[in-house]
């Protein structure tokens, strides 16, 4: 079974906005981490955020987590084209990392 | 190489056949890990290694399928008497530190049952 939902399951926005993206989960997490699959590059990792942390930033992204909603958000600011492409959560329990079904998001120039 | 490699890049074979598809970690990787993912959906965990040892298996769905990581590096995923809801792309990820550190992911076999 998939667990760590995202939503929603696509967005579509204009290049400068940002990007919302939420993803919840249901059990006890060791941490949270987030990918990005385009059809060019496969699977690549983003950002980790761990279960005692609430908030984090690479670049451009800033996620946050909170363990007591079993919830977490990816922010993409000022949206590029080159940003489009499926979004991953992945919820990483005692032995495996449990992926939800993506958000999809189209930039559009 | 700089990253994870997976051979072959796309397998089609009948159904009740076998497959082997095969997986080169990142050099000095101890945790390998396999999923499998279908259209529209994402990755879903098949089996974790840590080192030469299967540390989960639980994501296997069946006996049909098997894996192995004889040296604790290349990993084989079998398939056995395939099926065509085998059909997905098989992704194979590895990392330095199991499930507390990000994962590599290769970018996958193509396998298509007939």
């Known amino acids: 079974s998939q667990q760590g939902e995202e939503d929603p399951q696509a967005l579509s926005i204009q290049e400068g906005e940002n990007a919302t993206m939420n993803c919840s989960y249901k059990?006890?997490?060791?941490?949270l981490q987030w990918y990005r699959q385009n059809s060019g590059r496969g699977l690549v990792h983003l950002i980790l955020?761990?279960?005692?942390?609430r908030e984090k930033h690479s670049g451009r992204l800033r996620v946050t987590l909170d363990t007591s909603k079993k919830s977490s958000s990816l922010l993409i600011t000022a949206s590029r084209a080159a940003d489009t492409a499926s979004y991953f959560c992945?919820?990483?329990?005692?032995?495996?990392?449990?992926f939800g079904k993506g958000t999809m998001l189209l930039v559009s120039p | 190489g700089a990253g994870v490699s997976q051979t072959p890049s796309n397998k089609v074979t009948e159904k009740g056949k076998y497959v082997e598809l095969r997986c080169d970690p990142i050099?000095?990787?101890?945790?390998l890990y396999w999923y499998r993912q279908s259209l529209g959906q994402g990755p879903e965990f098949l089996i974790y290694?840590?080192?030469?040892?299967?540390?989960?298996d639980s994501g296997l769905p069946n006996d049909r399928f098997f894996a192995v990581r004889p040296e604790g590096s290349v990993s084989t995923l079998k398939i056995q008497r395939t099926e065509r809801g085998d059909s997905a792309v098989y992704l194979c990820?590895?990392?330095?530190?199991?499930?507390?550190?990000?994962?590599?992911f290769g970018p996958g076999t193509r396998l298509t049952v007939l």
């Open positions: 990820a590895s990392s330095l530190r199991p499930l507390d550190d990000e994962q590599f």
């Open positions: 059990t006890s997490i060791n941490n």
């Open positions: 955020i761990r279960s005692n942390e």
């Open positions: 992945a919820k990483a329990g005692y032995s495996t990392l449990t």
């Open positions: 050099s000095g990787h101890t945790a």
């Open positions: 290694f840590q080192g030469t040892g299967a540390a989960d």
